[in-house]
């Protein structure tokens, strides 16, 4: 049985560190298989009350600005170019959506994120993705020190 390329990989980023390295590990496989990249980050909505101020969207919209200049940062030393997307919402479901517009063939994420962890072994966002996404996931295993 013959599997079909990899043609679009997205990195799921949320300014972790283990999100940057499962993003390493997304662009090796992206140089070796010449796959499109793009670095996703989504602005949590459910964190956040209706009425906060202008402001948080600014510093939301500013945390993954950084994110995902630090990839297409490292994306260029591997040179592999990549794409930066902003979305906001609820994080799994707009990684879902962008995965099933785009024609993503596999996403990369992190066991854990900012947020720590969620659930017993994954992050939330991860459980969920891998659970609902019709894309590849690859997990990468946060580092134990």
Known sequence: MKRKPYRKILLA????????????????IAKSTGAEVYAVYVA?????????????????????SEAVAEI?????????????????????????????QNDIDMIVMGTQGKAGLDNFLLGGVTEKVIRHAKAEVLVVRAHVS
């Open 44 to 64: 949590n909505i459910s964190c956040c009350s209706p009425i906060m101020p202008e402001s948080y969207d600014w510093e939301i919209g500013k945390e993954g």
């Open 72 to 100: 297409e940062e490292i994306g260029k030393e591997v040179r592999v170019p990549v794409n930066p997307v902003l979305l906001q919402g609820y994080p799994a479901q707009e990684i879902l959506n962008f995965t099933e």
């Open 13 to 28: 980023i949320d300014g972790s560190e283990n999100a940057k390295i499962a993003a390493l590990s997304g662009l090796e």
